[in-house]
């Protein structure tokens, strides 16, 4: 049941993320660039549900985006797999959830995932310039991400709690 | 059993619980990997999901379309349909002015002819007065036996005057109100005219009948045994009538026989006047009396 749980909790997360991503934020005028939200769900997968479910939704997510996006299956999916992955692993190793160190983490998923973009962006064909792709996508993505992460995974960490699905039953502290 | 179940055991032993995350990553990471460099190589042909997806998606759309274009045909065809069926009925109500139009017009050809051989008759017996008269009523089924005319005393007809048309008599005024007179045509049972051929003047009786005058045609009755018409042998009204002016046509005389008694012959006429069918005819105001009274005179 728990593992079910946590794959209902998942998918639907995963799905409202997805149309929040490419259907409604993009609709909303004044942001200079859009949240990475289907980042923070696999961050929050890994750390909330284990090394083996932020494999699987970075896989799943990856996979996503390389459909309706690139167009080379795989890309996406491969470093959000890791990142997925590594963040369950490290989740798995924490014995409570601080938020800086959070927030920390977030950071170097964004720039792991930038950076991966970066050096094989070649490999799909998309050539990223590194000064004006710094200042205009991931700088402000980065920052948004920052401040929509926290009510994402308050309220992923509130649900998982309540359902008793979440592996590490360590506090979650502020500072 | 103790194979599967040595089978099961070995396989859960050594190969699911080796399966783990780290395996899988591995697994997966070369998996994608080789996606990634496959299509990064082969880039033109390679199978992308956005391939596969257009494969299974553009039939539908195709469909869809299909669809969508097989409304519009039809819409179209029916606007056009409707359109025609609109032109359609224009054209016939058009059509029917045009039809009501060129049948006033026939019939005005048809009364113009009516009148120019009236008026040929007229020129013909030119030294008659005559006035012209429409036929209002009949007393006949099939043939004009006895009918009415437009024309009475307030107009000078007078009983006795003599009723033709254009091919020959018709018949004669018998009674004359204010504003009408009733003809009896010469094909009326127990008429009697005296008529002769027209050349040759010999003398017979033109008698209507009963029976014949359904058929539109006169007995010829009291012709001498030596009564010939000839090639000729129309009939005109006899000079010796006392009613009836002279020369004016009755019809044609046919088969013609010697009668048992050797002395007379008889004979059916064909009238000149297609008693069928008539419409205008010409009432002659000059009388046989006053003919003879003028004549008389001189």
Redesign the interface.
């Known amino acids: 049941m728990t593992g079910l749980k946590r794959i209902l909790v998942t998918m639907v997360s995963l799905s409202l993320m997805s149309i929040l991503q490419t259907l409604v934020l993009p609709r909303i005028g004044f942001l200079i660039a859009l949240p990475n939200l289907l980042l923070i769900i696999v961050m929050a997968s890994g750390f909330l549900f284990g090394?083996?479910y932020g494999?699987f939704v970075g896989?799943l997510t990856g996979l996503l985006i390389?459909?309706i996006g690139t167009?080379?299956?795989?890309?996406h999916?491969?470093i959000l797999?890791?990142i997925g992955?590594a963040d369950?692993f490290l989740s798995e190793k924490m014995e409570s959830e601080i938020i800086p160190v959070l927030y920390l983490i977030l950071l170097a998923n964004e720039v792991l995932y930038h950076l991966y973009q970066f050096v094989?962006g070649f490999?799909?064909?998309a050539k990223f310039p590194f000064l004006p792709y710094l200042k205009e996508t991931v700088i402000p993505e980065t920052l948004l991400t920052l401040v929509v992460f926290l009510p994402i995974y308050g309220l992923l960490l509130f649900i998982s709690k309540r359902w008793d699905l979440k592996i590490n039953k360590g506090e979650v502290k502020v500072v | 059993m103790t194979v599967f179940s040595a089978i099961k055991t070995f396989l859960m032993n050594h190969i699911v619980s080796r399966i783990t995350s780290r395996v899988v990553i591995v697994l997966l990471s070369a998996v994608l990997v080789f996606s990634i460099l496959y299509h990064y190589f082969m880039r033109d042909d390679a199978v992308s999901p956005s391939t596969i997806l257009g494969a299974v998606v553009v039939p539908f759309q195709e469909g869809a379309n299909e669809v969508g274009s097989f409304l519009y045909r039809t819409d179209t065809k029916r606007l056009d349909l409707k359109a025609a069926r609109e032109r359609v009925s224009e054209l016939e109500k058009e059509n029917l002015e045009l039809r009501e139009k060129l049948d006033r017009a026939n019939e005005a050809i048809l009364e113009n002819e009516e009148f120019r051989a009236l008026l040929r008759a007229k020129e013909r017996l030119e030294s008659y007065e005559m006035m012209e008269a429409k036929i209002i009523a009949n007393d006949g089924v099939n043939s004009f036996v006895r009918f009415t005319i437009n024309r009475g005393t307030m107009d000078g007809v007078k009983p006795d005057m003599n009723v033709i048309n254009a091919d020959g008599l018709v018949g004669i005024v018998t009674s004359v109100g204010l504003n009408y007179a009733v003809v009896t045509s010469i094909i009326e049972d127990h008429s009697s005219v005296s008529a002769m051929t027209r050349h040759g003047h010999q003398n017979c009786i033109a008698a209507g009948d009963l029976s014949s005058s359904q058929k539109g045609s006169m007995l010829l009755t009291n012709a001498l045994a030596d009564f010939d018409p000839g090639t000729d042998n129309a009939l005109v009204t006899s000079s010796i009538s006392d009613k009836y002016l002279p020369g004016l046509l009755i019809g044609y005389a046919e088969e013609v026989r010697l009668n048992s008694d050797g002395l007379t012959k008889s004979g059916t006429i064909r009238t000149a006047v297609d008693f069928t069918s008539l419409d205008e005819v010409l009432v002659i105001t000059t009388m046989k009396e006053a003919l003879q009274e003028t004549e008389a005179e001189e």
């Open positions: 090394k083996a494999l896989v390389d459909v167009g080379t299956p795989g890309f999916a491969l797999m890791w992955y369950g094989f490999l799909i064909g």
